[in-house]
C-alpha cells in the first residue's frame, strides 16, 4: 500500500527481541544486517515447517489445524479451495521457497474449480483471498492459470455488483448456482474490491471491473451525512443506513483503505476526493486524545456523538494508512498508542476498550494489523523503531502461537502463558509472515521504494521477477 517506500537498514535488535533503537555507525551496520538477516531465515523457515505441516495434514484444504493434526473448509465444507495455497502464493515467491511455490502452482492449476462450490460466500472475503492471492501469484511467475481463474472467480462476483440498484454489492453469492442475496452490507465488504478488480481490470484490457468496484465507493460516498460521516451498514437495494455508527473499527475498516488505494494504484483523482473528504471528518469527529493516547472512537453519523470506546485489534492497521494518506504524526502517535497495550497483555486482545483500558474480547486469531502497520510506517519513514515493533510482535507470537506443526490462533492472551486454539488463519500465509520477511530480508524480489500491497497482504506492485 506504500505509494513511496525506502529501504533504511540502520537500526539494531537486542537478542530478546526489545525495542531498542540505536543510531549505528558504518562500522556496526554489517552486524545489525547480519541479526536480521537471521530474524528472516527464522521467518521463512517457519512458514516452510508449515507448509510441509500443511502438505501433510490439510493438502488442497483451505485451512490446516496444526494441533490436532487435521483440516478445515472455509467456503464449503464440501468443497475445498486450497484457500492456504492461493494465500501462501506471493510469501512463498518473496521467500525464494520456489519448489513450494511451484507445487502451490500445480495444485491451482490441476484442482482449483471455484465455480464448483455450493455456498453462499462472501463477496468480500472471495475477492480479497481468492482474486487478489491468485492475481498476486500470477504477477510473481506469470502462470496463465492463476490470471484466469481469477478472472472467472471475478465473473462469478460481478453481478452482486450488476443486479443492485445502487452499485454497492450484494453481500454474498453462491458459485454454483449463481444465486445472489444479502441487501443489507457493511462498508468493509461494499467497498474493499477495487485494488483486485482495478488490477485484473488492467491485467485483461476490461473496464467491468474496475467501474462496478469504483461505483460502489461512489454509492456509499454520497450517502455521507452532513457532517461527513459514513455509517457501518446499509441496505444496498435502498440506500438507507441501518446502522448509524461511524468508525473506523471493522467491519468498516479496510473500506478507507480501498479509497486511498484507488488513488494509490490507479491515480484516480476523485476517489482520492473520497478518502481525503471521510478521513477529514474521522479525523475532526473521532480522534480524541485518551489517557494520553490518541485513539478512534465511534460516533453518532448525524450529529458526532460519542457512541464507545471498544475497539478491535483489525483497527491497528489504521496507523499506517493515515501514514500513507498523509497524516504521518497521527498515523505514529496511534502505533504507540497499540504499541502501549502490549504492556499489559503478551499479545493484542481481539476487543479492546481503550476507555476502561480492559480486553474486550480474549482472543487473538493470529492477526497482522499491528505488524502491517508497522511495516507501512517502516516503508514510509525508515524509522528502525517500527522493525524494532515488529520484531518484538515477531517473538511474542511465536512463543504464544508456534506449536509443533506450525502456528495456530490464541483463545486467551490474558493467561500466562496464553491459551490455543487450533487454527492456522488463511491470511497468516499471505499477511505478517511476508511483512515480516521483507522487513527482515532485504528481499530483491520487492521493490521496497515502488510498491502496493492489498489489505490482505497481496502484492499487485513492486513485484521484481527472477
Ligand atoms: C484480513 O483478512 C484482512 O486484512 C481484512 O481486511 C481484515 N483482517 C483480516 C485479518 O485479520
Known amino acids: 500500500m506504500a505509494p513511496f517506500s525506502r529501504r533504511a537498514f540502520l537500526g539494531t535488535l537486542t537478542a530478546a527481541g526489545g525495542l531498542a533503537v540505536t543510531g549505528l555507525s558504518a562500522g556496526?551496520?554489517?552486524?545489525?544486517?547480519?541479526r536480521w538477516?537471521?530474524?528472516?531465515?527464522?521467518?521463512?523457515a517457519e512458514v516452510r515447517h508449515a507448509w510441509r505441516?500443511?502438505?501433510?495434514?490439510?493438502?488442497?484444504?483451505?485451512?490446516?489445524?496444526?494441533?490436532?493434526?487435521?483440516?478445515?473448509?472455509?467456503?464449503?465444507d464440501a468443497h475445498p479451495v486450497g484457500l492456504s495455497i492461493v494465500e501462501a502464493l506471493g510469501t512463498l515467491y518473496f521467500m525464494g521457497l520456489d519448489d513450494e511455490l511451484a507445487e502451490g502452482v500445480r495444485w491451482v492449476r490441476d484442482n482449483l474449480a471455484f465455480g464448483e462450490v455450493n455456498a453462499d460466500v462472501q463477496v468480500f472475503e472471495t475477492n480479497i483471498r481468492m482474486v487478489g492471492g491468485l492475481l498476486s501469484g500470477y504477477l510473481c511467475t506469470g502462470e496463465r492459470a492463476l490470471l484466469s481463474n481469477a478472472r472467472e472467480i471475478a465473473d462469478i462476483l460481478l453481478p452482486c455488483f450488476t443486479h443492485s440498484p445502487t452499485g454497492m454489492p450484494y453481500r454474498r453469492v453462491n458459485p454454483s448456482t449463481g444465486e445472489i442475496t444479502g441487501n443489507v452490507n457493511v462498508l468493509a465488504e461494499i467497498g474493499t474490491i477495487i485494488a483486485e478488480f482495478g488490477t485484473l481490470s488492467r491485467l485483461v484490457h476490461d473496464p467491468r471491473y474496475f467501474d462496478a468496484a469504483k461505483k460502489a465507493q461512489r454509492a456509499v460516498f454520497d450517502r455521507r451525512s452532513p457532517l461527513d460521516l459514513v455509517g457501518t451498514e446499509i441496505n444496498i437495494e435502498t440506500g438507507e443506513w441501518t446502522d448509524t455508527s461511524a468508525r473506523v473499527d471493522p467491519p468498516v475498516d479496510s473500506f478507507f483503505e480501498y479509497l486511498w488505494d484507488g488513488w494509490d494504484l490507479f491515480h484516480d483523482r476523485e476517489i482520492k476526493h473520497w478518502y481525503d473528504t471521510l478521513t477529514a471528518a474521522v479525523l475532526r469527529r473521532e480522534e480524541e486524545r485518551y489517557g494520553g493516547r490518541l485513539w478512534f472512537h465511534r460516533a453518532d453519523m448525524a450529529t458526532g456523538d460519542l457512541v464507545s470506546r471498544?475497539?478491535?485489534?483489525?483497527?491497528s492497521f489504521y496507523a499506517g494508512l493515515l501514514g500513507q494518506g498523509g497524516h504521518l504524526r497521527e498515523g505514529e502517535a496511534y502505533h504507540s498508542s497499540w504499541a502501549s497495550v502490549l504492556d499489559t497483555y503478551a499479545l493484542l486482545p481481539e476487543g479492546y476498550d481503550y476507555g476502561t483500558g480492559t480486553a474486550t474480547d480474549p482472543g487473538n486469531q493470529?492477526?497482522?494489523?499491528?505488524?502491517?502497520?508497522?511495516?507501512n510506517l517502516w516503508l514510509l519513514t525508515g524509522k528502525e523503531l517500527y522493525r524494532e515493533r515488529a520484531y518484538d510482535y515477531y517473538v511474542r507470537q511465536k512463543r504464544a502461537s508456534r506449536v509443533p506443526n506450525g502456528w495456530t490462533i490464541v483463545t486467551d492472551v490474558t493467561t500466562s502463558p496464553a491459551k490455543v486454539g487450533?487454527?492456522?488463519?488463511?491470511?497468516?500465509?499471505?499477511?505478517?509472515?511476508?511483512?515480516?520477511?521483507?522487513?527482515?530480508?532485504?528481499?530483491?524480489?520487492?521493490?521496497?521504494?515502488?510498491n502496493y500491497l492489498s489489505t490482505e497482504g497481496a502484492v499487485l506492485r513492486g513485484v521484481i521477477r527472477h
Open 366 to 375: 493470529l492477526r497482522p494489523e499491528y505488524v502491517d502497520a508497522a511495516f
Open 53 to 76: 505441516s500443511y502438505k501433510r495434514f490439510a493438502w488442497g484444504h483451505d485451512h490446516l489445524l496444526p494441533v490436532s493434526g487435521g483440516h478445515s473448509e472455509f467456503f464449503d
Open 28 to 34: 556496526t551496520a554489517g552486524a545489525a544486517d547480519r
Open 37 to 44: 538477516h537471521r530474524a528472516a531465515d527464522d521467518v521463512r
Open 422 to 450: 487450533d487454527l492456522t488463519s488463511g491470511y497468516w500465509w499471505a499477511e505478517q509472515m511476508k511483512y515480516w520477511y521483507l522487513m527482515f530480508a532485504d528481499s530483491p524480489r520487492f521493490d521496497y521504494r515502488n
Open 310 to 315: 471498544e475497539t478491535s485489534e483489525l483497527t
